[in-house]
């Protein structure tokens, strides 16, 4: 397996596959992502033996051809627990409601207090969806079709860089936590790290919906 000498930087990789190998653009993204002491250690701890002096880029090559595909799979749910999963659903939120430019500038964040809970009216419930309503506006969470809707107006340019409105992230406080976790997450990975177009959540209008 070839990797491109691409960094993070210069999207988008060219990966060349050679045979069934297990790599995403999010595994990739997040290994780049990773420093190199740490790409060292998960190297030796995935049975690599060690070699000073070894650059990022370096290791990120030898991990990716030399671990096996299912020890790949539990290497990216690492990097992915490392980075989200000590946080609370509130932290989670507070990411989703800020793009991942406006993350990097410190741009302003938006105030969570703002809907009380007992403004919502759920619509319709259980898993893996969920509808409500709540100021005037209507929401829709399905996690089993990695979709997001509300027709509030900040929702339909927000969406476009997948960015959550207050009417979302209220009805994400809503549903049962271990859904809004494992949803959030998967959104912060794929918006951070992914590179196709197809594993990104849909953010669409509840009429769509
Ligand atoms: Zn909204």
Redesign the pocket.
């Known amino acids: 397996m070839v990797i491109s000498s691409a960094s993070r930087t210069d999207k988008p990789f060219a990966v060349i596959h050679s045979g069934e190998c297990y790599t995403s653009a999010v595994l990739i993204n997040l290994l780049h992502d990773t420093s190199p002491p740490v790409l060292a250690l998960l190297a030796e701890k995935h049975g690599l033996q060690r070699i000073p002096g070894l650059t990022a880029r370096n290791l990120i090559t030898r991990i990716l051809a030399r671990v096996a595909d299912e020890d790949l799979l539990d290497l990216q749910n690492e990097l992915v627990a490392a980075r989200f999963g000590a946080l609370p659903i509130d932290a989670l939120l507070e990411i989703a409601l800020i793009g991942e430019q406006d993350h990097k500038g410190g741009g302003s964040k938006p105030r969570m207090d703002q809907i009380s809970l007992d403004e919502a009216t759920l619509l319709r419930s259980g898993p893996p969806r969920w509808d409500y309503t709540m100021r005037g ?1 209507d ?1 829709v969470i399905d996690v089993a079709q990695r979709l997001l809707a ?1 027709d ?1 107006e ?2 339909s340019f927000a969406s476009k860089r997948q960015v959550l ?4 992230a209220t009805a994400f406080k809503l549903i049962p936590s271990t859904y809004a976790r494992e949803a959030l997450i998967d959104l912060l990975v794929v918006r951070r790290y992914g590179d196709r177009q197809e594993d990104r959540w849909d953010f669409d209008s509840p009429r769509a919906a």
């Open positions: 506006h929401q509300c509030c900040f929702f409105c207050k009417h979302l």
